[in-house]
């Protein structure tokens, strides 16, 4: 049992920071479905959570001043601003688990001035969905004889 937990915190520990883990990772463990989906959600919304959260409270406690000046339109910058054009906060929620990181697309949601609420629903949506199918399409792909034959 201790083993058990040791290795859903450790996996809940990872998905803080990168969501696609979670679901490799429980595979991994040999966890079903429901669980793996449980750890990632589990992961990814206590990011969103606190980054929320204490994102306002650095910004009302701390002045946080860059030494180095940033280049505000770079090109990682400008396609986030045409995601946001397009699709809006569902669409930075829809990428933030596959290509942002539950760190980053809470930032940029943040950042946008999206309200905690849709921020919360549309995270919770896309980490539900995105989790259930990788979970489902990893437990498939490790049912095939040929990929057990080679993973031993």
């Not at 940029?108 to 990788?134: C, D, G, Q």
Request: net charge positive; hydrophobic share 55%; charged share 15%.
């Amino acid at each position: 049992m201790i083993a058990y937990i040791l290795k859903f915190l450790a996996i809940y520990f990872t998905c803080l920071f990168k969501f696609v883990a979670g679901p490799i990772l429980g595979a991994a463990a040999g966890y079903s479905i429901f669980e793996i989906t449980l750890v990632t959600v589990s992961g990814m919304m206590t990011t969103v959570f606190f980054i929320s959260y204490l994102g306002d409270w650095v910004k009302a406690n701390w002045k946080v001043k860059s030494r180095k000046k940033k280049m505000i339109f770079s090109k990682k910058n400008r396609r986030i601003v045409k995601i946001w054009q397009k699709f809006g906060p569902i669409g930075i929620a829809t990428i933030t688990p596959i290509l942002l990181t539950p760190v980053g697309g809470t930032i940029i949601m943040i950042a946008f001035r999206v309200e905690k609420r849709k921020v919360f629903t549309y995270m919770f949506i896309s980490a539900l969905i995105w989790a259930l199918t990788l979970s489902a399409s990893i437990q498939h792909i490790l049912s095939i004889p040929f990929v057990d034959q080679l993973l031993g």
